[in-house]
């Protein structure tokens, strides 16, 4: 088991930064790949970043890339994600997850959640 605890959100005006953490406990973090998604009201979940620690490789969705960057400390077992240049369609609740390395771009791969954060970008 891998227990996800997400931080950070809040209300920002448009052209602002967040950064998102997610705190882990349980088994070795660095065991899992780990991803961010977020999910908007009246919208589907969507897929926003991953890394697979392994490979030091990263993915991002195209509606972030070039604002959002994707880090870990395996020495703190948290995750974080900057955003940089919110947009009010940035708006969502984020949620980071884990799952195995090989499933780390499968969208449906994830098999542990936190709760979520809110992040609320105002025009």
């Known amino acids: 088991q891998v227990q996800l605890v997400e931080s950070g959100g809040g209300v920002v005006q448009a052209g602002g930064s967040l950064r998102l953490s997610c705190a882990a406990s349980?088994?070795?973090?660095?065991?899992?790949?780990m991803g961010w998604f977020r999910q908007a009201p009246g919208k589907e979940r969507e897929f926003v970043s991953a890394?697979?620690?392994?490979?030091?490789?990263?993915y991002y969705a195209d509606s972030v890339k070039g604002r959002f960057t994707i880090s870990r400390d395996n020495a703190k077992n948290t995750m974080y994600l900057q955003m940089n240049s919110l947009k009010p369609e940035d708006t969502a609740v984020y949620y980071c997850?884990?799952?195995?390395?090989?499933?780390?771009?499968?969208?449906?791969?994830?098999?542990?959640w936190g709760q979520g954060t809110q992040v609320t970008v105002s025009s």
């Open positions: 890394v697979r620690w392994s490979l030091g490789s990263t």
């Open positions: 997850a884990a799952a195995l390395p090989d499933w780390w771009l499968r969208a449906n791969g994830y098999d542990y």
């Open positions: 349980g088994r070795t973090f660095s065991r899992y790949a």
